[in-house]
């Protein structure tokens, strides 16, 4: 990441060369996933429930407007939420949703509007600069992005300080996890991805899922992305996300509770790696 990136003071949102900059953050961890249907949605609320117990402030941003779900998972009714932003109709600071239970605050999308990949560059933008001055008042932000690569998800996972990539053992998720990560080494984001293994049937397996990925990435790309956390496949997941949930509350000493909570423990350390070298940058 070059120092032209980094520096707070580039607003531009291209260079004279045509090449897409952006505005980093101090403090927004962005999850993505390849494909849909990997659990990245339940682990974007697992992560903010646990940074939250750990006692960081934190903020969680539905990022996948048309097919948001957060606030069902949660069984959440919200009044307010992104696509009043959107449409100018109120600001960031009024879609805040506090969810009481998790000890953090929530940004809702709406289901079935239209995707935010469809918003025009400019309106996007300012989107992306609203959270990025809201996130001022919080430990850490959790962008819950949309599946795939589109480019309202590469603008988020460049934006953010660091992205966590959900992936599985299926093939086809491996495969789009790795489509993930060339393209933001196209775009010189990639050193900012760690991987997090879900479903995985034994911690050995997910090593194994993760050694995959990290072997595309070595032969292909040159990089060597980290494991952030394996998940183990835990019956107690689909329980709570079919009583609208969280599994930190219903069942705390799960597998995978307990599997999340590590991986939280070691995102606070990366996020204050990273904004140790962002102020040596700066």
């Known amino acids: 990441m070059t120092d032209s990136v980094t520096k707070p003071e580039q607003n531009n949102d291209e260079t004279k060369t045509g090449a897409p900059v952006f505005r980093r953050s101090k403090n927004i961890l962005a999850v993505a996933s390849g494909k849909g249907g990997v659990g990245k949605t339940w682990f974007s609320i697992t992560l903010s429930h ?84 809201v996130s001022d008042k919080y430990d850490v932000v959790v962008v819950d992005l949309g599946a795939g690569v589109d480019r309202t998800v590469r603008m988020f996972s460049a934006t953010a300080i660091h992205t966590l990539l959900v992936t599985t053992d299926e093939p086809t998720s491996l495969t789009d996890a790795y489509a993930f990560i060339k393209l933001g080494n196209a775009a010189g984001v990639s050193k900012n991805v760690s991987i997090v293994a879900n479903a995985a049937s034994s911690p050995a397996e997910g090593e194994r899922t993760y050694k995959t990925l990290l072997k595309a990435c070595e032969n292909f790309l040159k990089l060597s992305p980290q494991l952030a956390g394996i998940i183990r496949q835990d019956p107690k997941v689909k329980d709570c996300i079919r009583h609208q949930t969280p599994i930190l509350t219903r069942s705390p000493n799960a597998d995978a509770s307990e599997d999340v909570e590590k991986i939280a423990a070691k995102a606070i350390k990366i996020l204050q790696g990273a904004q140790k070298v962002s102020a040596l940058n700066n």
């Open 50 to 133: 646990a940074l939250a117990k750990a006692g960081k402030k934190v903020l969680l941003f539905d990022g996948d407007l048309g097919l948001a779900n957060v606030d069902v998972q949660l069984g959440l009714m919200p009044r307010r939420d992104l696509n009043d932003v959107i449409r100018g109709r109120l600001s960031i600071e009024k879609v805040i949703q506090r969810y009481e239970d998790g000890g953090f605050d929530i940004i809702a999308g709406r289901s079935g509007q239209a995707s935010l990949s469809a918003l025009p560059s400019q309106r996007l933008s300012m989107l992306r600069d609203q959270l990025l001055e």
